[in-house]
């Protein structure tokens, strides 16, 4: 029996040990295909120069209108998005409570985050077709920030969550109504996961390439309008690595590299952000 | 002290959801001096204090009825404004909570909400309360640092600071040194009997010892039921009920 009872404990440290070296593994693989397969045709042209002539055949150009046009989206995506998810989220919080209606709008998020991300591709362009947009910057940002919005209001959610009730209470106690109370207490105390949910939502945005494949449709030239297409880095790796010339296909590693350092560089830039921002924060 | 009630309880009983935490409470704090509110965990002192300033009712299913009188209006009535009430009846709760901010909006935070705060008076302020709240000597080379920076005792007297800087007529005090070391305790023990001249204190405590240091008035609770309320000299000393007797003796709770 004790023998029984210590073997167990060995098979679960193992067990545990695989999982997480799945995991590492896995992360390491991914970055490190993109380093070796990308590196090589990531130049300084690629980064700085639009797509010439021929240049799905191998020739000369860069992907930066992928690169300013991906910004553009998840950028006017993602403000877009915390346009809406905020106030909801304080409602969640701050008025709301356990009621129903917050419980209802919980399983909504949740599901809506469940939707595969060419179901909101298609609903934007069926969206799009009604106020009779064509492809366009503008129709890329309405579909990506129904992408991001369930997921920046549930990560907010959880954030708001972690206040203490006591904190509020406290602000309650001295006579501040609830906007105040959410205001000066609330969203300082919260600012950190707050701003988590804001990266996460973008980083979801920037990478998704179905949602923009018909809404935003794709262009060689560097976005100029609301209402003309641009082009995003996934469609870029995508159309990239259908082409039959491995030459062109090394260059969507590139691109898949460009984007993961973009929303690294931003993670990175948030957390400094929020580090000075949470001084004040009660832990 | 004063025989004026200040604050007179009618009939408050309280459910959560479909517990009976208070029953039929009736019951007199005279105005000015300490009234201490003794009795076991769980018999609804917290909830009793909660009552005063209406805070009760932000915690979800809560049901509230009777009637409790500040200064003879009803501050359950309709119409009330609860923020008003709530600066009107000041908190000093169990753990200090100062706000994500600096010591100093700490301190301000109350009368910034209220409109008392003007940029020439600002420092004043501060300085008035916190001294009011023996802690000015301690942090006023560092009033722009995190409040959650200074020491759980600090903290306590920086939430008192907070408290009083909105003028409050009562202040109700939930367990306000059950997170402190004794030192600190005795702080805050001695800020309250200098506050206790000018305006009404209701102490909840479940240190009986404190509670006979402290108080002018005693308020009994046994599970919900107001058993004695009357002078602490007469509470401690010669009390009319047999529970508050034995409860004082050590014999039950």
């Known amino acids: 029996m004790k023998r029984l009872r210590r073997l167990e404990e060995h098979v679960f440290r193992f067990l545990m040990w695989l999982s997480l070296l799945i995991v590492l593994g896995s992360l390491v693989l991914i970055v490190g295909t993109m380093l070796w397969r990308g590196l090589p045709s990531l130049s300084l042209a690629m980064l700085t120069q639009v797509p010439k002539g021929g240049y799905y055949l191998g020739e000369e150009g860069g992907i930066l209108n992928a690169i300013v046009g991906s910004l553009c989206l998840a950028g006017g995506a993602t403000a877009l998005a915390l346009l809406f998810s905020l106030p909801v989220a304080i409602y969640l919080h701050g008025y709301a409570g356990r009621s129903r209606t917050a419980h209802l709008i919980r399983l909504a998020m949740d599901v809506l985050w469940g939707v595969p991300s060419i179901v909101y591709g298609a609903f934007g362009f069926i969206i799009m077709f009604w106020l009779g947009l064509r492809a366009s910057l503008l129709g890329g940002i309405i579909a990506l920030a129904c992408l991001e919005l369930p997921i920046m209001v549930r990560g907010m959610d959880e954030a708001l969550g972690t206040v203490p009730s006591a904190l509020r209470e406290a602000s309650y106690a001295l006579g501040a109504t609830r906007f105040e109370t959410t205001l000066k207490v609330l969203l300082r105390q919260a600012v950190a996961g707050l701003l988590t949910a804001v990266l996460l939502a973008f980083g979801r945005g920037i990478g998704d390439a179905a949602s923009v494949l018909f809404t935003a449709g794709y262009t060689d030239r560097l976005p100029d309008s609301l209402f003309r297409p641009v082009a995003s880095l996934p469609l870029a790796v995508f159309f990239q690595l259908a082409t039959p010339f491995p030459a062109v296909q090394q260059r969507a590693y590139a691109a898949g590299l460009v984007l993961t350092v973009i929303v690294l560089a931003i993670s990175v830039m948030a957390r400094w952000l929020s580090r000075r921002l949470t001084r004040h924060v009660v832990r | 002290m004063d025989e004026r009630p200040h604050i007179e309880i009618q009939n408050l009983s309280v459910w959560y959801g479909d517990q009976r935490a208070l029953k039929d409470i009736s019951v007199v704090f005279p105005a000015r001096g300490i009234t201490a509110v003794i009795g076991p965990s769980g018999c609804g002192k917290t909830t009793l204090l909660r009552s005063i300033n209406r805070l009760l009712e932000t915690s979800g299913d809560v049901r509230i ?24 009846v000041g908190l000093l709760a169990s753990k200090p909570f100062p706000l994500p901010m600096s010591i100093y909006d700490n301190v301000l935070y109350g009368p910034r909400i209220h409109g008392l705060c003007r940029r020439d008076n600002a420092d004043d302020i501060v300085e008035r309360y916190l001294r009011a709240a023996d802690l000015w ?74 509670a006979r240091r402290l108080a002018d008035y005693v308020v009994f609770l046994w599970l919900g039921e107001l058993v004695e309320a009357g002078p602490a000299e007469q509470v401690f000393n010669n009390p009319l009920s047999e529970r508050t007797r034995a409860y004082l003796m050590g014999d039950i709770g």
């Open chain 2, 65 to 88: 009825s009777g009637r409790i009188l500040l200064d003879g209006a009803d501050i359950y009535a309709p119409g009330v404004d609860v923020t008003e009430i709530r600066t009107r």
């Open chain 2, 137 to 210: 000597e301690e942090v006023r080379e560092r009033l722009q640092t995190p409040a959650h920076a200074l020491s759980t005792g600090q903290q306590q007297r920086l939430c008192l600071a907070r408290a009083l800087a909105v003028e409050p007529e009562v202040l109700l005090c939930d367990e306000p040194t059950a997170a402190l070391d004794p030192i600190s305790a005795q702080r805050i023990e001695d800020l309250l009997r200098g506050l206790k001249r000018h305006m009404t204190i209701v102490l909840v405590t479940h240190i009986l010892r404190q």
